[in-house]
C-alpha cells in the first residue's frame, strides 16, 4: 500500500495529507460504537490526523473520538474547533479546557476558530497565545475564513501563528482556487479541505463516474485523490463505514493522468473570477 501524502504545517510539523472527519458523529447513542470502530480502523491505517469541534454532536463528536484515541493519543495529530461565540480571551480557554476533558486528553495539536464571529480577532489570537504557552494547544488556525479575513488576521502581533484555514473544498466547489488558495500558498499556509465529497452529494455526478471507471477506481477515491494531489492539502474525509474508511486510505493509490485531470477540468471548472468563500 502507497504511503499517506504527508503535508508540512508552517511550523515544520509533518502531518499526514489524508486524515479522519467527525462531524455527525455522536448524534446517535447506538452508532457510538459503529463510529469509534471506523475512527481507530482510519487510525490502524495510518490515517492518524483527526478533525473535530465542540460544535458536533453538541460535544459528543468529540467523546467518541476520545474513545478511539484511548492509549493510543501519541500516533494521532488532534483537531479540535471553538465556537465563535466561545472565542473569547476567557470564554476559549474554558471551552477548550471542556473540549479536552470529552476528548481524554491534556493538549490539541491544533486548535481552530470555527468561522468568524463578532468577537474581536485579536481576542481570539490572545486566547489561543495563552492556550499555546500553557501547553494546551500546540497550535491554533482557523476554518472559513476568506482572503480577506485571513489578511485581517495576518495583520495583528501574532497573527503570524495561524497554522492553518480549514474550507470547504472539493471538486464542485472550486471557488478558493481564485485568491484564497494562491493568497495561501504565498505564505506557506497548508489548507485544510472540508466535505471533499461535497457531503456524499458528489458522488452522483456522472462525469466524476466516468473519470473513476476509465481509471479503475471508485467516484469517491477519484475525488479525494484529486485533493491529495495537491500537497499542501489536508482532506479530512468522514466516513463511519467500515467500507468507506478502507476505500478512503486506497484513494492514496489513485493517481490522476493529464486526461483524466483534463476531464475533470471539463466537469467541474475552475473559478473564472473572484468567488466568495463558500460554506456549509
Ligand atoms: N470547518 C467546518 O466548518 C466544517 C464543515 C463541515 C465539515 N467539516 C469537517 O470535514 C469533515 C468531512 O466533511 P463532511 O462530513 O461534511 O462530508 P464528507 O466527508 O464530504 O462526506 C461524508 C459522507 O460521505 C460518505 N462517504 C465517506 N467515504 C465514502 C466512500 N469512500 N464512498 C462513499 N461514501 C463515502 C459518508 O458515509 P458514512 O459515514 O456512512 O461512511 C458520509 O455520508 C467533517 O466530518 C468535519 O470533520 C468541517
Not at 485523490?225 to 486510505?249: E, F, G, S, Y
Request: aromatic share 4%.
Amino acid at each position: 500500500m502507497p504511503p499517506i501524502p504527508r503535508t508540512s504545517l508552517p511550523d515544520g510539523t509533518v502531518v499526514p495529507a489524508l486524515g479522519l472527519g467527525t462531524a455527525m458523529m455522536g448524534e446517535q447513542r447506538q452508532r457510538a460504537g459503529v463510529e469509534v470502530a471506523a475512527l481507530a480502523q482510519g487510525l490502524d491505517l495510518g490515517m492518524t490526523l483527526i478533525d473535530t469541534a465542540e460544535m458536533y454532536g453538541d460535544g459528543r463528536a468529540e467523546e467518541i473520538v476520545g474513545q478511539a484515541i484511548a492509549g493510543r493519543r501519541r500516533e494521532v495529530f488532534l483537531v479540535s474547533k471553538v465556537y465563535p461565540h466561545n472565542a473569547g480571551r476567557r470564554s476559549a480557554i474554558a471551552a477548550c479546557e471542556r473540549s479536552l476533558k470529552r476528548l481524554g486528553t491534556d493538549r490539541l495539536d491544533l486548535y481552530l476558530l470555527h468561522w468568524r464571529g463578532s468577537i474581536p480577532l485579536a481576542e481570539t489570537v490572545a486566547a489561543f497565545e495563552q492556550l499555546r504557552r500553557d501547553g494546551k494547544i500546540v497550535r491554533w488556525g482557523v476554518s472559513n475564513f476568506d482572503a480577506g479575513d485571513l489578511a485581517a488576521l495576518c495583520a495583528l502581533p501574532e497573527g503570524r501563528h495561524c497554522a492553518t484555514n480549514q474550507v470547504l473544498y472539493h471538486l464542485g466547489e472550486r471557488g478558493i482556487e481564485w485568491a484564497l488558495l494562491p493568497w495561501m500558498r504565498a505564505r506557506r499556509m497548508p489548507l485544510m479541505a472540508y466535505s471533499p465529497l461535497a457531503q456524499g452529494a458528489l458522488l452522483q455526478r456522472k462525469a466524476l463516474a466516468a473519470v473513476a471507471a476509465r481509471v479503475g477506481a471508485t467516484a469517491a477515491q477519484v475525488a479525494l485523490a484529486w485533493l491529495l494531489r495537491q500537497r499542501d492539502v489536508v482532506v479530512i474525509p468522514k466516513a463511519a463505514d467500515p467500507a468507506h474508511v478502507a476505500a478512503n486510505r486506497a484513494a492514496c493509490d489513485v493517481t490522476l493522468d493529464a486526461a483524466a485531470l483534463a476531464a475533470l477540468d471539463a466537469a467541474f471548472p475552475p473559478p473564472a473570477g473572484p468567488t466568495a468563500l463558500a460554506m456549509l
